[in-house]
C-alpha cells in the first residue's frame, strides 16, 4: 500500500495517515472481492483522485481482464467518473464504467449522493443496471453531501491572507464556523493539520507552488486554494 501523506516532526499539529475508498459491486464484470482505491493526488478543482494500487497492469479479474480502477472528477463533463484501465496500467484510453453528476467535494459521492450511472455501451448492461446499496459495497473517503448555498455564502466571507503567502498564513472570518483546517499539496498529500486559527499559521517550511486548504466546520467542508511563494 502506498502511503501519500509525509510527517513533518517538528510539528505537533502534523501526522501520518492516508484516504482510501474501499468498492465491491459489478460482479458480472468483476470478481466478487474488495478493491482498495488510494487518494493518488488532487487535481485542479481542489477533488482528489483515487486509484487502485499499485498499478502494475495485471490485476486479473473477470470480464474486462484487468481491474485497475480510477475514480475522479472530470471538469470538462462535470462529473465523477469510474474508468477502468484498459489492461496496461496507464489509464490511456480506458473504459469509462459509470458516472456521477454530483459536484461533491474534495472526495467522490457516496452510493446515496447523486446516482452512479452505468455506462451501458461499455458494459453492455451486465453491472445490473445503476449502482446501489442493494448490489455495490461504496465506503471509505466518499460523501453524501453537496456544499449547500449556506456554504457557498460562508466561502465568500472566509479568506486566507495574504494569498500569496510567503512565511505565514491567517484565516479571516472563520470564527465560530471554521472549528480546523488541512493542507494538501497538489499531489495529495497532507503537510499541515491544524485547529489553532485564532493566530499566524506557519508555512514557511512549504516549497513554493499551489496547494488546497481543506477548512471544516461543524456541518460544512471548504476548499479554498493558496499560492506559497
Known sequence: MNKKHIVLPFLLLSYLGFSQITFNGCHPLFEDQDYTFNNVGTDETGRHIFETTPIIGDNSCG???SCEFRLSWNDSNNRWEFIADS???DF???YLMFTNTSASTPNPPSLTLGTWVENIIISEGGCDGNLTT???VLTGDVQDTVLSIIDNQL???IQLAPNPAHTHLSIIGWKDKIQHLKIYDV???LVLRTSELSGQIDVSYLPNGMYFVNLFGPDTTLIKKLIKQ
Open 63 to 65: 470480464a474486462l481482464g
Open 87 to 89: 489492461g496496461n496500467g
Open 92 to 94: 490511456v484510453d480506458p
Open 134 to 136: 442493494s448490489n455495490t
Open 155 to 157: 466561502s465568500n466571507e
Open 187 to 189: 499531489n495529495g498529500k
